[in-house]
């Protein structure tokens, strides 16, 4: 009777092979959820022991059944038995395990026939697919790099637990610790499965609660605010600061640290600090427990110099801390950087600043010195200029203060940095870095740059109560063909105005530090009113002109522009609207009646040749978005350079901008004013006459100042209509307070002021991803000094006599048009008025707006909305609340 031995591995064998349970699945092959990684496994498996069998047998063959795309040959050469050998129980098991190990068969069997081995391999399945199912956080592009399994390869369970627990790992990297994660396996023909991930993401595990033990000197909310960590609350909606992240927590200890040093608590230490999720696994308890330790103050305070370019005592009296003041390591830390920056400017690029300690527990003192050590005076070696693919070298180079050779001096390279960043063309954040050259005297200076989009494709858009949308386009290049030059091109349209502006500038010309510009621009302005639906123009400023600029440093923070410009001003109306034969000759004239005195005083055509200069300071740290520095500019022009105008007009305008600490706080204050002082006498102020033309005015309003329409700010005339009603039997005269049936026309001023105060809010960190840069302001200013126009007060009159009209009431309580100034009772019948004119605005008194405006680098471009409300006004003015603007780059 041959003796059979069988060893047989199935389901549950492979379940304990792996060290799981395998449930029993659907027709598709499903199997167990895993909600977290699987435990690691410390040894290979282990195959269950075959039962006993007659031992001695010589193996005569190995045959190998059920392979299917691996050889027979290659079966064999993953276990020890060979034909010849004495076949045992132990080599049968010691087989088993080699051929599990491989990770190739789901299911193996050896039966041994009398020296006869046969065995049965069940080959693992190769993958077609690798799906994800409900990941919406996590995208599939950053999953499938991070997981093992791919198509074509072996499946293994083994490798879909440690697929698992990959993709759980990076949940939790975002916050997500409740995220769970459940494989399936769906059987294709040709031994092929699609594996299937189904992603539960779950919610973002927000901190609940930051619990501090020990803390006596502080409050748990003073420590709070030192951390980055937030406990999570509804109004923290913009920020990400509530997530729980691990690196997050032992930035905090350091925090906490940091404070704690900077108040004089030397000895101050975290002992220990725990995180704990909740049992829904929604949210963390984070629970600190310090030692505050006792408080310190400075003892004596020394410098010591091996650098024989400075006195000692002159650095020590240059010192922020003196002895007895409390103890503060932000402090030290700050006097080591200023030291080394002083030593920078004396040619000292490595200079080495160490404070020693000595700390006395009796007294609570902390004895500083700080030790400079010898240092050569170093030179520059090389200006490297790395990263730039578009912008040509010299481009970068010529903004550097310091030339190959020159001494080294921290603070010319920290200019040289501003300077770079104030071309836009680079990343933010740009640093010159600098290392050791050839020799211990010698630097290199490194300006590794990272180009970006210089290209702007720009569409603005706005809602005025009178034009309604405003649309504007603009496309402009910062840095043409990689050479530094702008070249811009404008369009705007809306029913106020119209107009197109072409540009170029080179900032180097004949690459000499002087700057080149020219513009070419041609505007077309006009007002109007409305008579029921229909719109109607009431005058119109056609200005087609040019401009030259030319642009010469003086300093390194004072420059001087010049300008010349040349306009052509044509200001007409509508003849057959407001124009009328006057004098009874045939000559149509410009009708006051109709049209205003003030639009009469200003039709015709002018030319004004103009020549000007100005006077400009600025030191900020980056002309694009300072965050530190202030500008100041006075600019005068003088029109009467030939052309048939003359005045002076004087403008100054400067801005100073603060980083408020280290919290990110941007407050930036700005103001400006003009005055224009004629030169020329073109009638008497009592006829409404001003020197001044119309055209040549300041005027005030969005975008300048926020809160207010396009020059909705000063002087203006309103013409308001009239209509008829009765009122206890009497015709009144009621005037038309509809804004659609006026004609407001701004009159603009000879002098102007504007203030501006800003706040740039810092967001979390998220927000900050998103580019979201929220602010608030308050804009106050004013625009005033013209000469008062004749205002009219106009009676209707006969179209056939040309006689006066009045309105008188029937019998039936009907308005009646009659020429009888009385009635039948001798009573005055009311003037049938037309139109009256009024003049508002001219006033020095401030108008103030308040609001808020978020800027956004969204995917499709820069993004802007304001949203401002007048608080005070004058009457007459016009106000807007609501702007926006949207553009790309490229």
Not at 648 to 676: C, Q
Request: hydrophobic letters at 35%.
């Amino acid at each position: 009777m041959k003796s059979e031995q069988k060893f047989a591995i199935g389901v549950r064998a492979l379940g304990l092979l792996l060290g799981s349970t395998i449930l029993a699945g659907s027709a598709s092959g499903a199997f167990a959820q895993a909600t977290g990684p699987a435990a690691p496994h410390s040894a290979a498996p282990v195959a269950p022991t075959a039962p006993a069998v007659p031992q001695g047998q010589q193996i005569r063959s190995i045959t190998v059944n059920g392979s299917q795309r691996i050889e027979a040959d290659t079966v064999r050469s993953y276990i020890q038995l060979r034909v010849g050998d004495v076949y045992t129980q132990v080599a049968a098991d010691q087989a088993l395990r080699d051929l599990f190990e491989t990770e190739l068969f789901a299911d193996v069997a050896i039966r041994n026939n009398d020296g006869a081995v046969v065995i049965d391999v069940k080959e693992n399945p190769v993958i077609n697919r690798v799906i994800l199912e409900g990941n919406k956080r996590i995208k599939d592009d950053k999953i499938l790099p991070e997981i093992r399994l791919s198509p074509r390869q072996i499946f293994t369970r083994t490798k879909v637990r440690a697929d698992v627990a990959r993709i759980i790992e990076l949940y939790k990297r975002q916050g997500r610790f409740a995220a769970t994660v459940e494989p399936k396996m769906v059987q294709q023909d040709q031994n092929r499965v699609d594996v299937v991930f189904e992603i539960t993401e779950g919610p973002k595990s927000k901190v609940r609660q930051i619990n501090i033990l020990g803390n006596e000197k502080f409050s748990d909310g003073q420590l709070r605010g030192e951390m980055v960590t937030k406990q999570s609350r509804f109004y923290r909606f913009f920020s990400s600061g509530d997530a729980y992240d691990p690196d997050k927590m032992a930035f905090d200890q350091q925090k906490l640290r940091q404070f704690y040093l900077t108040q004089g608590y030397a000895d101050f230490r975290v002992i220990s600090a725990v995180a704990e999720l909740t049992p829904d696994k929604r949210d963390f308890i984070i629970t600190y427990v310090v030692e505050e330790g006792e408080r310190y103050k400075f003892g004596e305070v020394l410098v010591e110099s091996q650098i024989r370019d400075f006195s000692e005592e002159g650095l020590k009296a240059q010192l922020p801390m003196k002895s007895g003041d409390w103890y503060n390591a932000k402090q030290v830390e700050d006097t080591v950087e200023q030291l080394s920056e002083t030593a920078g400017l004396f040619g000292y690029a490595f200079a080495d600043v160490r404070p020693n300690f000595n700390r006395d527990r009796e007294t609570l003192t902390m004895d500083i010195t700080f030790e400079l050590a010898e240092a050569a005076r170093v030179y520059v070696e090389r200006i490297d200029i790395n990263g730039n693919t578009l912008t040509q070298d010299k481009i970068v180079r010529r903004e550097f203060r310091l030339n190959e050779g020159d001494a080294f001096n921290s603070f010319l390279v920290k200019r040289s940095q501003n300077r770079i960043n104030s071309l836009g063309y680079f990343q933010e954040k740009f640093e010159v870095e600098q290392r050791q050259g050839s020799a211990p005297d010698r630097i290199i200076l490194e300006a590794n740059v990272e180009e970006k989009a210089t290209g702007e494709l720009q569409l603005s858009a706005g809602f005025s109560s009178i034009e309604n949308f405003i649309l504007q386009a603009s496309i402009r290049q910062r840095n043409f063909r990689g050479k530094g030059q702008t070249i811009g091109a404008s369009v705007n349209y809306s029913r106020f105005s119209q107009g197109i502006n072409l540009s170029f500038t080179e900032p180097y010309v004949f690459d000499k530090n002087i700057s080149f510009g020219a513009d070419i621009f041609r505007r077309d302005l006009n007002s109007f009113n409305f008579v029921g639906n229909s719109r109607n123009t009431t005058f119109e400023q056609l200005t087609t002109g040019a401009s030259l600029r030319l642009g010469v440093p003086l300093t390194e923070y004072v420059s001087a522009l010049l300008r010349y410009s040349l306009t052509v001003d044509d200001v007409t109306l509508d003849r057959a609207q407001f124009f009328s034969d006057l004098n009874g000759d045939g000559t149509l004239e410009c009708d006051p009646v109709r049209a205003g005195f003030f639009l009469c005083d200003n039709l015709g055509a002018r030319t004004t040749s103009m020549i000007g200069y100005s006077l400009i300071y600025d030191n900020r740290d980056n002309r694009v978005r300072p965050t530190r520095g202030q500008t100041v500019t006075l600019s005068q022009d003088f029109a009467g350079l030939g052309g048939s105008v003359s005045y002076l007009r004087t403008r100054i305008n400067a801005s100073k901008h603060w980083r408020l600490g280290r919290s990110g706080f941007i407050f930036t204050v700005a103001g400006e004013g003009g005055h224009i002082m004629a030169f020329e006498d073109r009638g008497s102020p009592a006829d409404g006459i001003d020197d001044i033309r119309l055209t040549d005015r300041f005027f005030l309003g969005q975008p300048q100042m926020r809160g207010f329409d396009i020059r909705g700010v000063g002087p203006r005339v309103i013409r308001s209509g009239f209509t008829p009603e009765v009122i206890n039997g009497v015709v009144v005269n009621t005037p038309v307070t509809e804004r659609r049936n006026r004609v407001d026309d701004a009159l603009g001023g000879r002098s102007y002021y504007l203030g501006r105060a800003e706040l740039e809010i810092p967001l979390g960190s998220g927000a900050r991803e998103l580019g979201l840069r929220p602010s608030v302001f308050v804009d106050a200013g004013a625009v005033f000094g013209v000469v008062q126009p004749i205002l009219q007060t106009v009676q209707n009159r006969d179209l056939t006599t040309n006689a006066l009209q009045y309105l008188t009431v029937d019998a039936a309580g009907q308005i009646q048009v009659t020429t009888d100034a009385v009635n039948a009772n001798g009573q005055p019948n009311t003037p049938s008025l037309s139109f009256t004119e009024q003049f508002f605005g001219d006033s020095p008194k401030p108008r103030v707006s308040v609001g808020f405006g978020v800027n956004w680098n969204s995917p499709f471009g820069p993004f802007r909305i304001d949203i401002a409300r007048a608080l005070l006004k004058e009457p007459g003015d016009d106000t807007r609340l609501f702007t926006f603007n949207v553009g790309t780059q490229f």
